[in-house]
């Protein structure tokens, strides 16, 4: 009997002990599920960490990919309506990981999409990037994004800006055509009335009614045509502008879409680079006329004076023009526009060919400049341009234009350079010493389209801004100076960086009657080689896990 007791009481202890076994192992295997599904879940945020640096990466390619397309077609590094062009881009912050971008052509041709006035050529491209995460490369995001490609030539607008805008006429002026800087403008004007009768002032950055080197109030008056059928109506700022709280709808009910700046969804533009103007850029290299000192060279060749061209078609001179802006002489290549057309002068015994270029691109500059001396290139007797289909001229150098230009049996034309001075019919260099009175404008007319350099205002230092775009060096008080074509400012000058100065000794303002060429509003009415404002509007984007 005590021994079956004894048996009872240890089999209940192997009970509990196999109970407690049991127990154990359920735990065990409770705390395994726990930990393993503890380390289920940190892989799967870690993987989702890398999936979303991944895709970051991807767009971010694409991104970089639009930025260099548009860049490279803006500088005619690629062809407008080239089929496929491939990036790299290279991300530091994720140990150097490699992503490869791919555009590629959707459409066959370009299509035709007018807006107001503007011509605008869109194709639409599809940019594709796959990135591969560094740290595990089974992690793979597929970004896909469509743009649409959009070419604007910068001369269909009245004024384009690539930098800041300001407008601070002192008399009455009156702007026409498309208006556009890619940064801010500024609008005010000394006293008077400054009107833009214009549907398009738009901004990718803000617009301002005062000026931009200087606090306060604005002085005068700014009066903006409203975007509405029937007859036009017009409508002041007074002191509406970008940085009034309610600009972003202020702005649209008081001009009804003529007025719009970033807030509105006004991007920026891509243009050429200065590099386009240098020795060995695109213009250089395209020219079919080259002009280099005092050499004249088509088609690579050079030319003889008196055999292929006038004696006298280009002249040198150092000591002659003096640029009170600059506080320099100019080494100045004049060149006789008259004569390099074989309109006057003889070659032989005969008369000279027409040596206007046949594409209708002549590139001309200095590399022969030394100590305190400034290049430039001077035009003279360009009031008729003997080509059809027009002529665009580009130096890297200051341009200089004497006297009525393009007003005889009117060609498109333009003038691309370091800075545009204007110079008129009653200019002569002996006087380019003396005080500005003995330096009297009379009135002279320039039909072309511009693309020049500018300065930066800084405080207290304004740039003299649109209304002295084109920089003069006579007493044009009381003088009409006409310009009827397209300011378009790509760059800052780097090489006639004086300062802007009015009065004695460098000029005084000149009634000034400009106004946009509306046959700029025609493709086929363009000069020769404009370039272009190129655009990359985002469509439609999705992405894909590899």
């Given at each position: 009997m005590n021994i079956s007791r004894q048996t009872h009481k240890t089999h209940k202890k192997g009970q509990a002990l196999i109970l407690s076994y049991i127990v154990i192992l359920a735990l065990l295997v409770y705390s395994a599920g726990l930990w393993t599904k503890a380390i289920s879940e940190k892989g799967i945020t870690e993987r989702n960490r890398l999936t979303t640096q991944a895709f970051y990466m991807a767009e971010g390619a694409n991104e970089n990919a639009i930025s260099a397309f548009t860049s490279a077609v803006a500088n005619f590094v690629i062809p407008s309506n080239v089929a496929t062009y491939n990036t790299v881009t290279i991300f530091t912050t994720?140990?150097?990981?490699?992503?490869?971008?791919?555009?590629?052509?959707?459409?066959?041709?370009?299509?035709?999409?007018?807006?107001?006035?503007?011509?605008?050529?869109?194709?639409?491209?599809?940019?594709?990037?796959?990135?591969?995460?560094?740290?595990?490369?089974?992690?793979?995001?597929?970004?896909?994004?469509?743009?649409?490609?959009?070419?604007?030539?910068?001369?269909?607008?009245?004024v384009f800006y690539n930098n800041d805008l300001e407008m601070l006429p002192g008399p009455n002026m009156t702007l026409t055509g498309r208006i556009h800087s890619n940064q801010d403008i500024y609008m005010d004007s000394s006293g008077n009335t400054l009107t833009v009768d214009s549907i398009y002032l738009h901004s990718a950055g803000d617009i301002f009614n005062k000026r931009k080197d200087a606090p306060g109030p604005p002085a005068g008056t700014v009066s903006i045509r409203v975007n509405q059928s029937g007859p036009p109506t017009f409508a002041n700022m007074d002191g509406l502008d970008s940085s009034s709280p309610t600009w972003s709808t202020a702005a649209t009910t008081r001009w009804k879409g003529t007025v719009q700046s970033s807030v509105h969804g006004v991007t920026q533009l891509t243009t050429p680079a200065v590099g386009s103007i240098q020795p060995g850029g695109y213009y250089a290299t395209q020219a079919d006329i080259s002009i280099v000192n005092n050499d004249i060279y088509k088609g690579g060749i050079a030319l003889i004076a008196g055999t292929d061209y006038p004696t006298g078609t280009i002249t040198t001179t150092t000591a002659s023009f003096y640029s009170n802006r600059e506080g320099k002489f100019i080494k100045m290549t004049t060149l006789d526009l008259n004569k390099l057309a074989g309109k006057t002068g003889t070659c032989g015994a005969g008369s000279c060919p027409n040596n206007l270029p046949a594409n209708g691109l002549l590139y001309a500059t200095r590399n022969d400049i030394s100590g305190s001396q400034e290049p430039g290139i001077k035009l003279i007797n360009g009031s008729e341009i003997s080509r059809a289909g027009g002529l665009t001229v580009v130096s890297n150098d200051p341009v200089y234009v004497k006297g009525d230009y393009n007003t005889v049996n009117e060609q498109p034309t333009s003038i691309i350079a370091d800075s545009l001075n204007l110079l008129s019919n009653n200019w002569n260099d002996t006087n380019s010493t003396s005080a500005l009175s003995s330096r009297p404008a009379t009135v002279t007319t320039f039909n072309s389209a511009f693309v020049a350099g500018i300065d930066n205002t800084t405080t207290g230092n304004y740039n003299g801004g649109l209304e002295n775009y084109p920089r003069l060096h006579e007493n044009w008080t009381g003088r009409n100076l006409t310009i009827k074509g397209s300011f378009v400012a790509l760059w800052n000058s780097s090489v006639a960086n004086g300062a802007w100065a009015y009065g004695n000794p460098q000029y005084t303002a000149p009634n000034r009657v400009w106004a946009y060429n509306t046959a700029f509003n025609n493709p086929a009415n363009l000069p020769p080689f404009t370039p272009w404002a190129v655009e990359a509007q985002r469509i439609a984007w999705w992405s894909d896990l590899g």
């Open positions: 994720f140990g150097n990981a490699i992503v490869n971008t791919t555009i590629t052509r959707l459409e066959v041709s370009d299509r035709l999409v007018l807006e107001g006035s503007t011509n605008i050529y869109v194709a639409n491209y599809e940019v594709v990037s796959t990135a591969t995460h560094p740290l595990n490369s089974s992690i793979s995001v597929t970004a896909h994004q469509i743009i649409a490609r959009r070419l604007i030539p910068t001369f269909q607008h009245a």
